[in-house]
């Protein structure tokens, strides 16, 4: 799986007293990479190709696991306009891998999601104006890191009506104390962030006419020197951190939530949160 190079994050910011410090900690600590494609799915739901990006980019390994994987899945046929179709849909997904016993490592599927980021579809929310939280100082001078999965309510006017951050994975080692404190400093400020922020809403299409739109959107702290080039922008490597609690926004049942994971979504976008999309009926590791 081309595990051996990976580097399970920083140096821990405290040390504590056993059972509450770093050690207790590195047990939650995960590896995980996100994958990126499309599958093409037949009218009797089942999948005939599965196609990658940059696969080039991608250990061997993880190819061939998603791939297999995906090619056992079955969806409820897709209809359009009364008649069954066949549809290409996108995909991401996490991989997963864990330290097992010795050099090991145990590696699955975690999480799929088939939403497009189609920021010039009129059906689609899409930003107007969406400044970038500002780095917490404390964070920033203490070199912590992490990523906030926010789930936001859009009104009718564009207006943020309220915003919750439904996951937040930090990319440093501590104290279960201050991993807490982190979490907090960080779902705070992605949320302050959010309730400033100003969206085109739907103007044609089903939801057209709703009260109010759930959309997703994930916020990155990390500290970096200008531009990463394209080719130098993580994907396809593995990326340790410490993975937080998953909670429900207080307007959301959490049963709509049920198979799906916050982190699948790729960053630089904003995600429909009610979308319809392909229903897979298979297991995520097929079957």
């Known amino acids: 799986m081309g ?23 590195r047990e939650q600590v995960e590896s995980s990479m996100l994958v990126r494609g499309e599958v093409q799915i037949e009218t009797d739901g089942t999948v005939s190709a599965v196609t990658l990006h940059r696969e080039e980019k991608l250990p061997r390994g993880v190819v061939t696991l998603v791939r297999e994987a995906a090619l056992q899945w079955r969806f409820e046929p897709i209809v359009v306009e009364g008649a069954v179709v066949k ?23 975690r999480g799929l999601n088939f939403q497009r980021f189609d920021s010039e579809d009129p059906q689609n929310v899409a930003s107007l104006d969406m400044p970038p939280p500002r780095y917490p100082e404390q964070a920033w001078r203490t070199g912590a890191s992490g990523d906030v999965y926010l789930l936001v309510r859009v009104g009718r006017n564009g207006q943020v009506e309220d915003a919750f951050a439904e996951q937040v994975n930090l990319g440093f080692l501590s104290s279960a104390a201050e991993q807490r404190r982190f979490r907090e400093l960080f779902a705070r400020n ?15 299409g089903e939801t057209a006419s709703q009260p109010y739109w759930n959309i997703r959107v994930p916020v990155s702290y990390r500290l970096s020197t ?37 982190d699948t ?4 976008g904003v995600y429909m949160a009610d979308a319809k999309g392909p229903r897979l009926l298979t297991p995520l590791h097929g079957g």
Not at 87 to 109: H, N, T
Not at 190 to 204: E, G, I, L, Q
């Open 265 to 268: 979504l790729p960053e630089g």
């Open 190 to 204: 992605a949320v302050a962030a959010a309730r400033r922020w100003t969206f085109r809403t739907p103007t044609t």
């Open 226 to 262: 200008g531009t990463v080039p394209r080719e130098h922008d993580g994907y396809g490597r593995w990326n340790s951190y410490v993975a937080g609690p998953r909670e429900s926004a207080p307007w959301r049942d959490a049963a709509q939530e049920a198979h799906f994971s916050p």
């Open 87 to 109: 549809a290409i849909a996108p995909m991401s997904l996490r991989v997963i891998a864990r330290k097992g016993e010795g050099d090991s490592f145990e590696v699955a599927l």
């Open 3 to 25: 595990l051996a190079g990976v580097v399970l994050l920083a140096t821990p910011l405290v040390a504590t007293a056993a059972g509450y410090g770093p050690a207790a900690v």
